[in-house]
């Protein structure tokens, strides 16, 4: 075999091998060849780049752990709460706003809601029962006004949960207001487990459901029987709310509807764990106690702190006239008479 060099227009020299004594014809057939072989392989190089740059990557592998679940679950419950919330907050507005309403809500909401893998394991459903429960603290942040803020937007979570069984149903829109209108009385009755935790906005109500239960901490054994008391009471609030759900379904749209169904029973089930969880977790980290307002002070018990700082301020005088070698000082300071009696001789 010979080797022979051709040097193209560009100035490229190319070597091919081929049998000793071709012709010109047949070196310039195999300089083209290679040409064609290296143009090809460059595209294809290209190709692949293409490709790569195109390609979609593949999806990150669910987290189904009992963690995952939890991290996930309660900001997805939260945001479904204010979600639902905020859907019965539009449903005065007129059929057509509250339709472009309600798109913007839920449009807003699907984008910052965690995704679950599995929603229907029991760690996430409990998880997102935490999530919701919570989606009523931001109306604390309305101060005074919270004592309003809080019950109205529970009533618009009951309002939007009945709109929206409503609009699944295939409701009319006359159906489906009247079914809302409904809804405020089982939204209502989250109220009443929040106020065992929160006493910022229902002071009267606290003081009511805060009589269930041991009155302090006193060891593991109140911290449990606590949160069970608010995990029952919880339960028992998501289970009546289920079924007074049910009985609008049935009254209002569909009566074909049962009452009693097994949705209530469970819902009540992830409401005993998530009141149980949440009221453990706030006596855990918080400290919290049932006679955390204690009584203020009488006027003799003030009188006698007063005269306690003053001592320690004579004290701590007489000490630094001491440091300074200044005994008169010390002894005056000592020996000063109070000219401010706390109390008064009989």
Excluded at 63 to 70: F, P, R, S
Excluded at 170 to 185: N, Q, S, V, Y
Excluded at 331 to 346: C, G, H, I, K, W
Aim: hydrophobic share 45%; proline share 6%; glycine share 10%.
């Amino acid at each position: 075999m010979a080797t022979y060099q051709v040097k193209d227009k560009d100035g490229t020299t190319y070597k091919v091998e081929g049998p000793a004594g071709a012709t010109e014809e047949q070196i310039i057939a195999a300089v083209l060849n290679k040409k064609l072989d290296t143009e090809i392989a460059e595209i294809e190089d290209r190709r692949t780049a293409i490709r790569e740059s195109m390609r979609v990557p593949e999806p990150e592998e669910e987290d189904t752990t009992l963690i995952g679940n939890i991290l996930r679950g309660v900001p997805a419950g939260f945001v479904q709460g204010l979600e639902i919330g905020a859907i019965g907050l539009t449903e005065p507005l007129g059929e057509e706003t509250q339709q472009s309403a309600r798109d913007i809500i839920r449009g807003v909401a699907d984008a910052v809601k965690p995704e679950l893998a599995n929603p229907e394991e029991v760690s996430a459903k409990i998880a997102q029962g935490i999530g919701s429960f919570a989606s009523l603290a931001p109306m604390l942040l309305a101060g005074p006004a919270a004592i309003v803020a809080v019950p109205a937007f529970a009533a618009a979570m009951g309002v939007g949960e009945a709109s929206e069984r409503a609009r699944a149903a295939g409701a009319t829109p006359e159906e489906r207001t009247k079914a809302a209108a409904w809804g405020i009385a089982p939204g209502l009755l989250d109220v009443i487990p929040f106020a065992r935790v929160s006493r910022k906005f229902a002071p009267a109500l606290n003081d009511v459901v805060s009589k269930i239960g041991p009155q302090e901490l006193k060891g593991w054994g109140s911290r449990i029987w606590r949160a069970s008391i608010t995990g029952g009471i919880e339960g028992a609030q998501e289970t009546a709310q289920g079924l007074v759900q049910n009985a609008i379904e049935k009254g209002v749209y569909n009566p074909d509807r049962a009452i009693l169904t097994r949705e209530p029973l469970e819902e009540g089930g992830i409401g005993l764990s998530a009141g149980f969880i949440i009221q453990g977790l706030l006596d855990a980290f918080v400290g919290r106690k049932r006679d955390f307002d204690a009584a203020p002070e009488t006027p003799e018990a003030q009188q006698a702190t007063l005269a306690a700082a003053r001592d320690a301020e004579d004290q701590a005088a007489a000490l630094r006239a001491t440091a300074r070698g200044d005994t008169a000082a010390a002894e005056a300071a000592v020996l000063q008479p109070d000219l401010f009696p706390t109390t008064r001789a009989a």
